[in-house]
């Protein structure tokens, strides 16, 4: 993790032993750290050199989860959670928020009842936190691009538009939305 001595341009290089860096927050100063093994998350800050635990992602489906973003409010953005998979978020303050989906999802109709098998992840965070976005699953073989925001409400959200076409050529591509701007505005993917 390069971070600024403080003296200047120099860098100094810090070696942590972990087992997978996930993100870093915008203004760098604190690491996303995954234990994937257990589903343990940590931050690392950057500053005093310290590994703090801070939460874990379902105990149930762990290969499927997946921490991908931090914002500098200390927010995380992940697939969280198994049976379904769903978007979801974290905070000290609020601890994990499931988004879950407006859509469908993809749902295993070999069971009875019919099983929901994955809605969708969050990708990126605003800098703020307030602004997530990633894709929806709208069915087994299709997802949409989506930005949720609860910066004026308890969250809502915004499908984007489908562009571009499918490998059949008559049907919408699917998309998602990989990262969002700093100030949430701007989604590309």
């Known amino acids: 993790a390069p971070s600024d001595a403080g003296t200047g341009p120099a860098a100094r290089l810090q070696i942590l ?69 769903e978007p979801a978020l974290w905070d000290e303050a609020r601890g994990w ?16 009842p019919p099983v929901p098998q994955d809605l969708g992840v969050a990708f990126d965070l605003s800098d703020d936190g307030h602004v997530a976005v990633g894709a929806l699953w709208l069915d087994c073989n299709e997802v949409q691009a989506f930005r949720w925001s609860d910066a004026t409400s308890t969250g809502s959200f915004s499908l984007l538009e489908r562009i571009g076409v499918g490998l059949d050529q008559v049907h919408p591509g699917n998309n998602r939305a990989s990262v969002v701007s700093s100030d949430g505005a701007v989604a590309a993917g």
């Open 17 to 85: 032993e972990v087992e997978r860096p996930v993100a870093v927050s915008a203004d760098g100063r604190t690491v996303l750290v995954w234990q994937q093994s257990t589903g343990g998350l940590s931050y690392y800050d950057v500053a005093t050199s310290t590994l703090t635990a801070k939460t874990t992602l379902a105990p149930e489906g762990l290969e499927k989860q997946q921490p991908l973003a931090l914002s500098n409010t200390r927010r995380i953005a992940a697939g969280y959670g198994s049976r379904p998979t």
């Open 97 to 112: 928020v499931r988004l879950g989906s407006p859509l469908a999802g993809c749902v295993d109709t070999s069971t009875s």
